[in-house]
């Protein structure tokens, strides 16, 4: 899921941004290429937060945001590219 559609839905702060995070590749688990993970950092490199996204086939989307603690904050899903909840 393209970071610039999350950057709109949430609620950055000026001096925040996202960063991908590249999965962790060994022989045993696969990649999916339909979630990514991103980090949310300061400008000073500091990670505030966390981003995981989900994208199936048939348009069925969405993010879970996370604290720097894994406490969930907020989610979004989205049938379409349509918000639905």
């Known amino acids: 899921m393209s970071s610039d559609w999350i950057e709109t839905t949430l609620s950055l702060k000026k001096d925040q941004t996202l960063r991908e ?19 949310m950092c300061t400008e000073n490199g500091e990670v505030v937060g ?4 989900w994208e199936e086939s048939d348009g069925y ?3 879970v945001h996370f604290d720097s603690a894994g ?3 907020d989610w979004k899903v ?8």
């Open 21 to 39: 995070v590249e999965p962790e590749v060994d022989e045993e688990r696969q990649v999916d290429p339909g979630k990514t993970s991103y980090e």
């Open 50 to 53: 966390f981003i995981k996204t």
């Open 61 to 63: 989307a969405g993010y």
């Open 71 to 73: 406490n969930v904050i």
């Open 78 to 85: 989205m049938r379409e590219r349509r918000k639905v909840s």
